[in-house]
């Protein structure tokens, strides 16, 4: 089975600064991967699909990149909205499996 | 729009049948490539893909919790549903319905219900 590991676990940060979570495959899963975002008491969110789609709707300043074995999603300039949860996600034709998630928060 | 929307019992005994349906409105089950997805979140926990759906009845399952589920989908009621068998106090967790739209379900989750808990308990 592929695993997935996200890093850091928990982030601080401060309105207005660039920030990058990183999520690492056990093997290459090619471009495979979403990246959602998660808020308390709420349902995931999909931000980014396909490694570095941008889903409609989602502000530019996400993005994502990476192929293979790492990724990475960058936010250009954190906004209040942003401090959330955020989950790597691999899928492919026969399973789904997510990244153990990291909790943005402020500093 | 479409609109996902879990029910079932908020509380079930061990040992016992965990059973959930999720509705879909705003458009049909059985239209387009969508697979159709339970996935869990124990509280303060990360995300668990439980195993999704096809319209034509095709499954797969997340290997650890194969042999204790049951998916299946009712094209007449526009819902798909989900039977967790021998539940524990581990299976207490929020659960979500999802769609994948994406041929080979190669396409992340667009669409989740707002969940639904689920605490096992006697």
């Known amino acids: 089975d592929i695993q997935m590991t996200q890093s850091p676990s928990t982030l601080s940060a401060s309105v207005g600064d660039r920030v990058t979570i990183t999520c690492r495959a056990s093997q290459s899963i090619s471009v495979w991967l979403a990246w959602y975002q998660q808020k308390p008491g709420k349902a995931p969110n999909l931000l980014i699909y396909k490694a570095s789609k941008l889903e409609t709707g989602v502000p530019s300043r996400f993005s994502g990149s990476g192929s293979g074995t790492e990724f990475t999603l960058t936010i250009s300039s954190l906004q209040p909205d942003d401090f959330a949860t955020y989950y790597c996600q691999h899928y492919n034709t026969y399973s789904v499996t997510f990244g153990q998630g990291t909790r943005l928060e402020i500093k | 729009q479409v609109q996902l929307q879990e029910s079932g019992p908020g509380l079930v005994k061990p040992s016992q049948t965990l059973s959930l349906t999720c509705t879909v409105s705003g458009g049909s089950i059985s239209s387009g490539d969508h697979y159709w997805n339970w996935i869990r979140q124990p509280a303060g926990k990360g995300l668990e893909w439980i195993g999704r759906i096809y319209t034509s009845g095709s499954t797969n399952f997340n290997p650890s919790l194969k042999s204790r589920v049951t998916i299946s989908v009712d094209t007449s009621k526009n819902q798909f549903s989900l039977k967790l068998n021998s539940v524990t106090a581990a299976d207490t967790a929020i659960y979500y319905c999802?769609?994948?739209?994406?041929?080979?379900?190669?396409?992340?989750?667009?669409?989740w219900g707002q969940g639904t808990m689920v605490t096992v308990s006697s």
């Open positions: 999802a769609r994948v739209t994406g041929l080979y379900a190669l396409a992340a989750f667009d669409i």
